[in-house]
C-alpha cells in the first residue's frame, strides 16, 4: 500500500490549491479515504474524508471553503481548497482506511498515511 501526496505550496490568504493523493496496492472504490493535516507543534485533526459511495465529511473550520473528492478509475484521492487562511498552513497527509463508511474523523481509525505535503499559507 503507498499513498503520495502533491500539490502543496506557498499561497496568499484567500487563494487556492488543489491536493491529490495517488493511492496503490489496493482499490480507493472500496474503503474510506481521508485528509488529515498536522502544523507544527499541534495534534494532527481531521480536515475531510469520503466514503466508499461518495458522502463526504468535513470539519467544521474546512466547511464550505474544501471539498474532498476521488477519481475511482485512476485510484486518486483530490482535496480542493479555496479561501485560504494562514491557520491552514500544515502538512497535509492522505489516509486510508480498511472500511468502506468513514465514520470520525479521527486519526486513530486510519490504517494507511502519505508522506504529506506542504500547505504554506502567508497573511
Known amino acids: 500500500v503507498q499513498l503520495v501526496e502533491s500539490g502543496g505550496g506557498s499561497v496568499q490568504a484567500g487563494g487556492s490549491l488543489r491536493l491529490s493523493c495517488a493511492a496503490s496496492?489496493?482499490?480507493?472504490?472500496?474503503?474510506?479515504m481521508g485528509w488529515f493535516r498536522q502544523a507544527a507543534g499541534e495534534e494532527r485533526e481531521g480536515v475531510a474524508s469520503i466514503s466508499s459511495d461518495g458522502t463526504p465529511r468535513y470539519a467544521d473550520s474546512v466547511k464550505g471553503r474544501f471539498t474532498i473528492s476521488k477519481d475511482n478509475a485512476k485510484n486518486n484521492l483530490y482535496l480542493q481548497m479555496n479561501s485560504l487562511k494562514p491557520e491552514d498552513s500544515a502538512t497535509y497527509y492522505c489516509?486510508?482506511?480498511?472500511?468502506?463508511?468513514?465514520?470520525?474523523?479521527?486519526?486513530?481509525?486510519?490504517?494507511?498515511w502519505g508522506q504529506g505535503t506542504q500547505v504554506t499559507v502567508s497573511s
Open positions: 489516509a486510508a482506511a480498511w472500511y468502506p463508511v468513514c465514520l470520525v474523523l479521527k486519526r486513530a481509525m486510519y490504517n494507511y
Open positions: 496496492g489496493f482499490t480507493m472504490r472500496s474503503v474510506c
